[in-house]
């Protein structure tokens, strides 16, 4: 039976370890805030990513709640360049003072130093990480006329074909781009890879016939699957998701189990940020993350409000790096 996206999320025992520890999140006192902090003039949220796009829309619909809660403006800023590495490098070099933060995700935030010599930044040690905002998974598509319905049918197509089937993403690093690694590795299946400049070209590539499979974030796939203009095969949770039932997880095909992967967003501050201010977004974060207007907002877009204290997400990024950096390592993605 199909589960909700809460439900899937907790499955996920990273996840879950992160959401475990909002109640104690939540219950910590506004107080432990530096007075003079929000005052000195509106807060700057860097999105890494451009307008219109789903890390954007959650960038818009947090800064509003949490610039109310704090009484002081959040002011978007999108900042798309070079994969986002651009927006998280200015995030990383502003004034730790509170007023310049990050709505970062995994590609800019985790993957690209693993993949890209030339990023300079370490998350870990230029960002203070905040709290979890969203955590969602991806779903794979097959192009309309490939006899494909389920990923135990795609690892055994692959099979008796090596190298025949094409697959795209929306870019070499991504973190689409490692589910997709991931899957190859755990299924002992080798298919080409077709890297793109963006979600609307994989979508379109996807249902023109011109690749025979793609990986979507599940805001992108799933009204077209639920139109069947194209065949959902896989998502890579732990369990199905109620927007599309029909299509089988990860943890369901034998080949797959236990190697599922979530893409996610999170809040961040520049390194060395007074703890105070830090824990005074954390708390306000998770207010905002448990407003049924938001949590509705969040689900409708396939993904799972988190939170958490600054300290569980920090571990929360620790363990998905060493996870990317295992699936970079094994499939030698390097970026030229």
Same mark, same amino acid.
């Given at each position: 039976?199909?589960?909700s996206?809460?439900?899937?999320?907790?499955?996920?025992?990273?996840?879950?370890?992160?959401?475990?520890a909002?109640p104690?999140?939540?219950a910590?006192p506004?107080a432990?805030?530096?007075?003079?902090?929000?005052?000195g003039?509106?807060?700057?949220?860097?999105v890494p990513?451009?307008?219109?796009?789903?890390?954007?829309a959650?960038?818009?619909?947090?800064a509003?709640?949490?610039g109310?809660?704090?009484k002081?403006?959040?002011?978007?800023d999108?900042?798309?360049?070079s994969?986002?590495?651009l927006?998280?490098?200015?995030?990383?070099?502003?004034?730790?003072d $509170?007023?310049? =933060?990050l &709505?970062g995700?995994?590609?800019?935030?985790s993957? *690209?130093q693993?993949v890209?010599?030339? +990023?300079? /930044?370490?998350?870990?040690?230029d960002?203070a990480?905040?709290?979890?905002?969203?955590?969602?998974?991806?779903?794979?598509?097959?192009?309309?006329?490939?006899?494909?319905?389920?990923?135990?049918?795609?690892i055994?197509m692959?099979?008796a074909?090596?190298?025949?089937?094409t697959?795209a993403t929306p870019?070499? $690093?991504?973190? =689409?781009h &490692?589910?997709?690694?991931?899957?190859?590795?755990? *299924?002992?299946i080798?298919?080409?890879? +077709?890297? /793109?400049r963006?979600?609307?070209q994989?979508?379109?590539?996807v249902?023109?016939g011109q690749?025979?499979?793609g990986?979507?974030?599940t805001?992108g796939?799933?009204?077209?699957?639920q139109?069947?203009?194209?065949?959902?095969?896989?998502?890579t949770?732990?369990?199905?998701?109620?927007a599309?039932?029909?299509v089988?997880?990860f943890?369901?095909?034998?080949d797959?189990?236990?190697?599922?992967?979530?893409?996610?967003?999170?809040?961040?501050?520049?390194?060395?940020?007074?703890e105070?201010?830090?824990?005074?977004?954390?708390?306000e974060?998770?207010?905002v993350?448990?407003?049924?207007?938001v949590r509705?907002?969040?689900?409708?877009?396939?993904?799972?409000?988190?939170?958490?204290?600054p300290?569980?997400?920090?571990?929360?990024?620790?363990?998905?790096?060493a996870?990317?950096?295992?699936?970079?390592?094994?499939?030698?993605i390097?970026?030229?």
């Amino acid at each position: 039976m199909p589960l909700s996206r809460r439900s899937l999320v907790s499955a996920a025992t990273l996840v879950a370890s992160v959401l475990a520890a909002a109640p104690a999140a939540l219950a910590a006192p506004a107080a432990t805030a530096a007075p003079a902090w929000p005052a000195g003039g509106p807060i700057t949220l860097i999105v890494p990513f451009g307008a219109g796009t789903d890390v954007d829309a959650t960038a818009r619909l947090i800064a509003g709640k949490l610039g109310a809660r704090l009484k002081q403006s959040v002011v978007v800023d999108n900042v798309p360049a070079s994969g986002g590495v651009l927006g998280v490098s200015k995030v990383a070099r502003s004034h730790a003072d $509170g007023y310049t =933060l990050l &709505l970062g995700f995994d590609g800019p935030v985790s993957i *690209a130093q693993l993949v890209n010599s030339s +990023v300079r /930044y370490d998350a870990e040690r230029d960002l203070a990480a905040v709290g979890l905002v969203t955590v969602a998974p991806m779903v794979i598509v097959a192009r309309p006329g490939l006899p494909v319905h389920n990923l135990n049918e795609l690892i055994a197509m692959a099979r008796a074909r090596p190298g025949a089937l094409t697959y795209a993403t929306p870019g070499v $690093g991504t973190v =689409l781009h &490692l589910a997709m690694e991931r899957l190859q590795e755990r *299924a002992r299946i080798r298919l080409v890879h +077709v890297p /793109y400049r963006g979600v609307a070209q994989v979508s379109s590539e996807v249902l023109g016939g011109q690749v025979d499979v793609g990986i979507l974030m599940t805001t992108g796939a799933t009204p077209l699957v639920q139109q069947k203009k194209l065949e959902g095969v896989g998502v890579t949770s732990a369990q199905r998701i109620d927007a599309i039932p029909g299509v089988m997880s990860f943890a369901e095909a034998p080949d797959l189990r236990g190697s599922e992967l979530y893409a996610w967003t999170g809040l961040f501050a520049p390194a060395k940020t007074p703890e105070a201010v830090v824990q005074r977004l954390a708390e306000e974060l998770g207010r905002v993350l448990q407003m049924p207007e938001v949590r509705k907002r969040l689900e409708d877009g396939g993904a799972t409000p988190g939170s958490g204290t600054p300290a569980t997400f920090a571990e929360f990024l620790k363990k998905e790096k060493a996870g990317y950096a295992q699936i970079v390592k094994s499939a030698n993605i390097q970026l030229e």
